[in-house]
């Protein structure tokens, strides 16, 4: 008798664990940027390039982060994707 295999189980790709100091670091950096409208460049969860641009909107409702890219294209990041931040100048 022959038996057909089970399929493997797929798991998702879990995102990298981050304690609340480093988050709440995060956060402020954000804040002092989007006050001085200063250009970022943002390394993000699942993202291939890193996005450059300045933070437009930090939704609290949705926990998203709204950033203007370059040309003007405006992309709707979760707070949490967001993996780290340095200046682009």
Known sequence: MYSVPKPSKKYKESRPKRD???LEELAER???AKESNTVLTFSIWRWED???GTITNMDS?????????VIGEIHKVPFIDIMAVVNAE
């Open 30 to 32: 954000l804040t002092e």
């Open 50 to 52: 890193d996005l450059k």
């Open 20 to 22: 609340y100091l480093e």
């Open 61 to 69: 409702r949705t926990q998203s982060v709204h950033i203007a890219d």
